[in-house]
C-alpha cells in the first residue's frame, strides 16, 4: 500500500484560513437574511390581522380589493390544512399561506449589496490566505531547499529575508551560521588529516633520509673522484649519473624539509630583497622555458616578520611551478604591497590553470600532476606561510593562476604604529 503524502503547510493554512473566512461570511450573511426574514414574516403576520378583522365586518366585494394587499406575502392556499383563514361579513372566506419563496426572493434582492460585499470580503480573505500562506512557507522551503544542497556537498548560504517573521529570520541565521561552522570544521578535519599524514611520513621520512643521505653523499664524492681518472670522451655518463645523484638528492632534502621541519628564526625580511634573490634564482629555468619574469614592490612596503631562507623557498617553489606550468613560453609576474599590518605577495603566471576540482588537492603532500614532480612543494609552503602565522589564497581560470600569501609584517600580539 502506497502511503499518501501529508498535506503541505501553505496548503493546510490555505484550507483553513479559507474555511475560517468562508464560515464567518456564511454566518453574518445568514444571520442577517435569517433575522430578516424573521422580520418581513411578522410583518406579514400583522398585515394578515388587520385584513382579518377589517373583513369581518366587510362584505365579500369589498374584501377582495383588501386582499391584492396581501399578494406579496401571502399566496391562496389549495388547502384548508395550515391555511390562515380570512372571512367577510357575509361568510365568504379566503385561505393563506405564508409566501416564504417571495418573501426571500425580495430579501435578498433587498440586500444584494450586502451579499456582493460580502462576497467580495470572502475573495479579500481567500486572497489574504494565499498570500500568508505563501510568505510563512516561503522561508521554509528555502531552508529546506539549502539542506538538500549541503547534502548533496554544495555549500550554500541563505539568503537574507525581508519582511520576514523574526523566528524565520532567527532559523535562516542559525543556518548559516551551521555552514560556517561546518566549513571551519571541514577546514580543520583538512588540516587535521594533513598534520596526520606529516606525522605519519616524519617517521618514515627520517629513517628513510638516514638511509640514503649518507651513502648519496659518498657515491657524489666518489663520481667526482672517478671524473678525475677517466679520459674525457667517457666523461658523458658521468655528467648523467651526476645530475641524477643531485635530483635524488634534492628529492631527499625536499622530504626532510617536509617531515622534520625547523621552527622559523624570526626577523625582518625585506621584500626588495627577497623579490630580486627569487628572479635571480629563477632566472634560467624562465630562459630555458622562454618565460618572461617581472617584478615589482609597492613603495613604502615595510619588511615582513619572519625567517629568510624559508620565505625564499616558499617564492621560489611557487614560481618554478609557475614556470613550470609554461613549459612552451609564458610571463610570471611578482608583486608585493602593504596590506593593512601585512604584507601580501602575488605570483601571477600565464599558465593554463588548475582544473578547479584538482585545486582543493594542491596542497597535500605528494599530490602532483608532473611526471617528475614529488608534490611537495606546496605542501612545504603551506607548511612555511602557516609557520608565520600568514595565509595562502590562490585563484585560476583557464588562462592564468595567481598565489597570494600575507605574511604578518610584526611578531603576533605587537601591532606596528
Ligand atoms: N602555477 C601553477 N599552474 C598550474 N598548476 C600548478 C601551479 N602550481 C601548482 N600547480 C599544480 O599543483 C601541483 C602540486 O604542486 P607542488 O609544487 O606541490 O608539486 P610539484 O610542483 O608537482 O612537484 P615538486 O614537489 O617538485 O614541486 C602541481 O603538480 C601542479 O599540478
Ligand atoms: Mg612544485
Keep these: 500500500m502506497r502511503s499518501s503524502r501529508p498535506l503541505s503547510i501553505e496548503t493546510r493554512i490555505k484550507v483553513i484560513l479559507t474555511a475560517i473566512a468562508m464560515a464567518l461570511t456564511a454566518l453574518t450573511v445568514g444571520t442577517a437574511l435569517t433575522q430578516g426574514f424573521?422580520?418581513?414574516a411578522g410583518e406579514a403576520r400583522l398585515l394578515l390581522e388587520t385584513a382579518r378583522s377589517?373583513?369581518?365586518?366587510?362584505?365579500?366585494?369589498h374584501v377582495e380589493p383588501l386582499l391584492k394587499r396581501l399578494k406579496p406575502f401571502w399566496k391562496?392556499?389549495?388547502?384548508?390544512?395550515?391555511?390562515?383563514?380570512?372571512?367577510?361579513?357575509?361568510?365568504?372566506e379566503w385561505r393563506f399561506v405564508l409566501d416564504r419563496a417571495a418573501i426571500w426572493n425580495a430579501l435578498v434582492y433587498r440586500q444584494r449589496y450586502v451579499l456582493v460585499a460580502g462576497l467580495i470580503g470572502l475573495l479579500v480573505a481567500v486572497e489574504l490566505a494565499v498570500f500568508l500562506a505563501y510568505s510563512l512557507t516561503r522561508p521554509m522551503k528555502i531552508l529546506a531547499w539549502g539542506c538538500e544542497q549541503m547534502r548533496s556537498g554544495r555549500w550554500v548560504r541563505l539568503p537574507t529575508l525581508s519582511r520576514t517573521p523574526y523566528e524565520l529570520e532567527a532559523l535562516n541565521e542559525a543556518f548559516n551560521g551551521m555552514v560556517d561552522d561546518l566549513k571551519r570544521w571541514q577546514e580543520f578535519q583538512k588540516q587535521a588529516a594533513r598534520v596526520e599524514r606529516l606525522a605519519a611520513l616524519g617517521s618514515v621520512a627520517a629513517a628513510v633520509?638516514?638511509?640514503?643521505?649518507?651513502?648519496?653523499?659518498?657515491?657524489r664524492i666518489h663520481l667526482d673522484l672517478l671524473r678525475?681518472?677517466?679520459p674525457e670522451k667517457e666523461?658523458?655518463?658521468?655528467?648523467?649519473?651526476?645530475?641524477?645523484?643531485?635530483?635524488?638528492?634534492?628529492t631527499v632534502s625536499q622530504l626532510l624539509s617536509y617531515a622534520r621541519p625547523r621552527p622559523p628564526l624570526f626577523g625582518p625580511v625585506d621584500v626588495r630583497d627577497l623579490l630580486s634573490w627569487t628572479a635571480s634564482m629563477t632566472s634560467t629555468p624562465?630562459?630555458?622555458?622562454?618565460?618572461?619574469?617581472?617584478?615589482?614592490?609597492?613603495?613604502?612596503?615595510?619588511?615582513?616578520?619572519?625567517?629568510?631562507?624559508?620565505?625564499?623557498q616558499v617564492m621560489l617553489n611557487l614560481v618554478l611551478n609557475a614556470v613550470a606550468a609554461q613549459p612552451n613560453g609564458g610571463s610570471v609576474r611578482l608583486e608585493a604591497q602593504r596590506s593593512g599590518q601585512n604584507v601580501a605577495l602575488r605570483v601571477e603566471d600565464a599558465g593554463p590553470g588548475i582544473?578547479?576540482?584538482?585545486?582543493?588537492?594542491?596542497?597535500?603532500?605528494?599530490?602532483?600532476?608532473?611526471?617528475?614532480?614529488?608534490?611537495?612543494?606546496?605542501?612545504?609552503?603551506?607548511?612555511?606561510?602557516?609557520?608565520?602565522?600568514?595565509?595562502?589564497?590562490?585563484?585560476?581560470?583557464?588562462?592564468?593562476?595567481?598565489?597570494?600569501?600575507?605574511?604578518?609584517t610584526a611578531p603576533p600580539g605587537k601591532k606596528e604604529s
Design 228 to 230: 678525475g681518472r677517466l
Design 54 to 61: 377589517a373583513a369581518s365586518g366587510l362584505p365579500a366585494d
Design 235 to 250: 666523461k658523458d655518463c658521468l655528467e648523467i649519473l651526476g645530475a641524477e645523484l643531485d635530483r635524488l638528492n634534492q
Design 76 to 92: 391562496e392556499a389549495p388547502r384548508a390544512q395550515g391555511a390562515e383563514t380570512v372571512r367577510s361579513a357575509d361568510g365568504q
Design 286 to 312: 624562465c630562459r630555458l622555458a622562454a618565460v618572461n619574469l617581472s617584478w615589482a614592490v609597492e613603495e613604502g612596503c615595510p619588511p615582513i616578520w619572519g625567517d629568510g631562507p624559508q620565505l625564499k
Design 355 to 408: 582544473p578547479a576540482e584538482l585545486l582543493e588537492r594542491i596542497f597535500d603532500p605528494f599530490f602532483t600532476t608532473r611526471p617528475d614532480g614529488t608534490g611537495l612543494g606546496l605542501s612545504i609552503v603551506h607548511r612555511i606561510v602557516e609557520g608565520h602565522g600568514g595565509r595562502i589564497d590562490v585563484e585560476s581560470t583557464g588562462q592564468k593562476t595567481v598565489f597570494s600569501v600575507t605574511l604578518p
Design 209 to 219: 633520509a638516514h638511509e640514503v643521505k649518507n651513502p648519496l653523499a659518498s657515491m
Design 38 to 40: 424573521f422580520e418581513r
